[in-house]
C-alpha cells in the first residue's frame, strides 16, 4: 500500500484486500481517477490509523524531513511560555488566543525554533509578511523565504500571505511540518480554507485575539 501526495491530497494506492478504504480518517472515492484520497490535512491521522492496525504502507505523502539550524534563544514571558506549553500539550495542535499586542508573534517564532523543521507561516497581508520576516530575521539567521507582495523565494522557514499559500499549496503541501496561521480568524469562512487542507504539517499553530470568530477553523488546526 501507498500514501501519495498528489496536488494538495493523498493518493491511497494498492490498498491490501480486504481493507475499507472508505473508512479511513478523511477518505473518500475520486471517481475521476478511481482511486481513495484525503485532504493533505489527513496525513497525520491517516498514517497513524495504519500503523495503529499494523498494515504495513510506503508513506510517500508526509512531510519532507530536514532538520532546521541556525534559531537563537527566544525569550518569551510567562504568559508567553505558558500559551507554548499549553500548545505542546495538546498534542502541538491548536489555537494559542492571547490579546493584540501581547506578543502572539513571539509564542510562534518560539514554536518554530523549538520544534526545528521546515516551517511555513500563514499571513494576510502584504505588511505583515514584511514584519514576520523581520522578527524571525532577529534570532534566526538562515534564510527566510516569502511567497507574496511580488517574492518567490522558498527556504526552510517560509512566510506566505494567504492568497500565496492557496496558489502555491499544490507544490509546498509537503514541504513544511509546522505550520503557522497568523490571524487565524480570517479562516473557516470559505476564504482559501484550502491552504490549510492541502498541508500535511503534523503540527498547526493558530494566532488570534478574536476566538469567537474561528469556529470552523478549528478543525483544521
Known sequence: MRLRYDQGTIRIEEPPPGLDVGRLPGVRWDPRVRLFRAPGRFHAELAGELARRGIPFDDQAGPIR???????????????????????????????????????????????????????????????????ADEIGKVYSGEVGRLGDGARVLADVTIATFESAYRWGPAIGRRFGLLVVDEAHHFGKGVRDEALEMSVAARRLGLTATPGDVPETLGRL
Open 66 to 132: 530536514s532538520n532546521v539550524s541556525g534559531w537563537s534563544s527566544v525569550e518569551l514571558r510567562p504568559y508567553q511560555s505558558a500559551a507554548l506549553a499549553a500548545w505542546a500539550v495538546a498534542g502541538r495542535r491548536g489555537l494559542v488566543v492571547l490579546p493584540t499586542g501581547s506578543g502572539k508573534t513571539r509564542v510562534a517564532i518560539a514554536a518554530m525554533a523549538a520544534q526545528g523543521e521546515p516551517s511555513l507561516c500563514l499571513v494576510p497581508t502584504r505588511i505583515l509578511l514584511a514584519q514576520w
